[in-house]
């Protein structure tokens, strides 16, 4: 989310801060990257899935196939 290629909890801080705030900085490249479900919208489950992701209770990220 923060565009340096990696994930990790600066983007789990930087999608809590836009779910908390709204966040109006975020680039459109910057939204995409947040929604992590891939259905249009950043919502609290793509959250969920980050943080499950950098708990390593999930492998991948993205929409469930």
Do not use: C, H, W
């Not at 793509?46 to 999930?58: F, G, H, N, Q, V």
Request: hydrophobic share 35%; glycine share 8%; proline share 2%.
């Amino acid at each position: 989310i923060n565009g340096d290629k990696t994930v990790d909890m600066t983007d789990l801080s930087l999608l809590s801060l836009y779910l908390l705030e709204g966040n109006d900085d975020f680039t459109s490249a910057q939204l995409s990257a947040a929604d992590i479900e891939g259905n249009g919208k950043i919502e609290l489950s793509d959250l969920a899935m980050l943080r499950r992701y950098l708990s390593k209770r999930i492998d991948t990220l993205g929409p469930k196939k």
